[in-house]
């Protein structure tokens, strides 16, 4: 009997390692590697429901492995409902991706890179959603947004897809960014990165939260970090540009799993901060809101199928995250119910449109029609996902919508009579969908076009993933109830406050204001379809007024970016090297001198100084030295006195009794001179006079630096510990280092990590000089 | 730089130079020395037998490497060997690291055997920190000979 800990890191990080196995079968397997990825992704799915009838019989799980005790940071897993969902999505999705992906990417290059990536997308997938740690759940969380950006440039060769993969690369880790403040101001407040912990003690964190009056930052923060990776107002924009990945990949990341972290991550906070301030309600309920009737409308006027799709993934994901922002149960079963339905029929519609896509080779909407004499059961499936996706009954995107439009009018009924707007865009965006929903169905119907010419079928590893997601449509329609006791009630328990409700999903049987508002849906919707580019041409009217889209603002932003880096980085750099050095000196000068003055330091006072006749005797010819460089008539001369200053350093480091540093002093000294003289002939021997300005600039620079370098020693030396570490290394040296020289047993053993550090940076050090010299161009700039 | 007088005090420094450096980090443990300073150390040695007998005659005669006259400072063979000389060095201080791991310590512990009664020596200290040492060593020698080696061939 495998071990619960194991299955769990079975589950988490066979992806990774099947990384590495796929760079390394790819020369044996070649275009097969897409079945060697998808048998991974099967041992994930089963160990997901390995798990999954664990969770049933003994409750949630969760394994421990120390990383950083001082900080309570640990590889933590926890697996509840919410995490086992995520995860076969994840899996599940995965294995019919990959097979999917054998037929649609036949034939193209690059495809090593593309499946690595996806396995360690799918891993960090998997990763994000077993978390059980803050910080880890953050590593995961950026692991996925990188290998999103890596398959959204897929295409490297296409000026498009590398700027769609820089900007999702900018958002969804931007986003990130402000999630991990969000995670580490609730870590340091509670200190404890633990979920579980948190999950456990919700009151607790809410009340420490709102002591310190900084639970609305964290909600918000922690919003941020899921609108920028769910893609919700104003945030959505990465999503239509990331259309520009291979459709599988669309498919996968961009509409079934990663897209959802975001929402996953508001569900697993709901508990912990969901408080009847409303402040959580007011952040989610109306980020959600304005997200699915937005986007409804703009997948309305979108003309390229996946791009359609993109907009309605938003738009969905909207719905869901309005759901967890209402407190009431029927909220968090909305919400539950929804991440399961939305991902089976928009995965379907995603690999229609791949098969679309890849058998005609157009995506614009407008150009397709009528083919479901060439393809029919693709149409079949088409058109039975996009009823779910429109809300029909008995289709499955009906039941969760029912929930929502009961859980707005719950909220509603309840709360000021403004909140009549919830239900009132909840039927805005629910028409909009159904429009939208059936335009895309509509590309198999009606009169084929002349232009598109043969098509031929898909072939079956295309069908087979598309016909298994259909299925799993249907299922989810036609006995809701039954894989609502089996899935989406442990979801529910996860982000629930009162997990002892029991879930029931039906078709309704009498007539409430949900049912109305669903009539009212499809009644309008049926009404509009005829004037669908009607309302196409309002919608773009309206978008026509640039300043008030998004995108608008994005690229004037990063074009001002830009152009500001482009003023300032001549100034800065401009090529030569006194440059170079007065700007990093000078800012570093600067920033120590101010962070000092702000934070008051007090210079200890002069008590008088001893000083021997030998180290005076030093001292003096080491300033002798300073002034001799100054007036040094060549560069060898000015370099042999500057190591008269070495010398005289390695000398007083003999007298201070320190042997080490004097040896190293005295062959760093001579090396340098050695290099000194091999690169000496190349420089011009004189350099001209220095303008009287710059002259002065520099001067001014030298006495800061000096006088940082002098304030930092004082105030160094001041602080003396009474209990000295240097007493710890002396008395441990020979005992436990085994050596009697205590600078080198500190250098090998006490502080090994260190040395180890270092020796990487020289190290690096040596490559980077080698691979600057070799990509210097041959011609020499002077 | 390259004239009869400093050929011939390199001629018959530079061995003691490397012979300097090889004691240093030996007796690095007990007495001042270690992986540091020995591998400047070498590399001065190195450097001055560049400035007097210029890189090509170090590269081609003394080493016995060859030079392709394209991308020289590159392909050639001993700055090759340079490269691998610290990579070796990293791989070394790394191992040395892990070793005490499969002995369930602490990544990177060290630790010291005193083999008694050997003829001359009569004592003799084996430390594992010397290996460690011998990666530093390694390392700062290929990383400062190759930039000495790239620099010098420009």
Redesign the interface.
Known sequence: MVSVETVIYVIVFLPFFGAIGALLLFRYLGEQIAYFCASIALVCFLGVLRLGTILKNSGPMQTTVPWIPAFDIAMRFYIDGLALLIALLASGVGILIFVFSRGYMHGESKLQRYYIILLIFMGSMIGIAFAGDLIVLFVFWELTSLSSFGLIGHYTESRSARYAARKSMLITVGGGLFLLVGFLLLGTSMNSYNLVWLLNHSTAVQKTLKSKNIYTIVVLLIGIGAAAKSAQFPLHIWLPNAMEAPTPVSAFLHSATMVKAGVYLVGRFRPILLNDAQIWTFTFAILGIVTMTVMAALAVVATDIKELLAYSTASHLGLIIAAFGFGSAVGGETGSLHILNHAAFKATLFLVAGIVAHQTGTRNLNDLSGLYKDLPITAGIATIAAFGMAGVPPFNGFYSKELFFEATVEFATHNRPIMWLFPFFAVIGSIFTFLYSIRFAGMFYGKKPEELGNIYRPSKSMLLPAGLLTLAVLVLSFIPQVITNIIVQHVFHSISLTPSHHMSVHLPTKLSPAVIMSLITIGVGVLLYPQYQRIQSVINTILSIRYITVDWWYERFIFGINHVSGIVTPIIHNGLLRTYAFWIVGATTVISLVAYILTGIDIPQFTGITITIPLLLILLVAIGAVMAIMIAPSHIAGVMTLSILGFMIAIFYILVSA??L???QL??E??TF??F???LD?LPAYYGDIPPGRAFRDGILSISVGALVFTTVLLATKAQPADKIADYFIKFSVPK?????I???I???FR??D??GE??V??M???S??TL??MRTGSEQP | MSTVITRTTARVVVPIIFLTAIALLLQGHNKPGGGFIAGVLTSTGFGLLYLVYSIDFVEETVLGGSISKEFQHLQNSIVADYRIIFGLGLLLSLVSGIVPILFGLPFLSQTVVFIKHVPIYHELELASAVIFDLGVYFVVVGALLSIISVVGAE
Do not use: E, K
Request: glycine fraction near 12%; aromatic fraction near 0%.
């Open positions: 042997p080490d004097a040896l190293t062959v760093v001579t090396l050695i290099i003289l091999l690169v190349r280092g085994g050596g009697g020289n600078v080198n047993v250098l090998v053993d090994a990590l040395t180890l020796i990487s020289i190290a050090a040596g490559i000089i080698l010299i070799a």
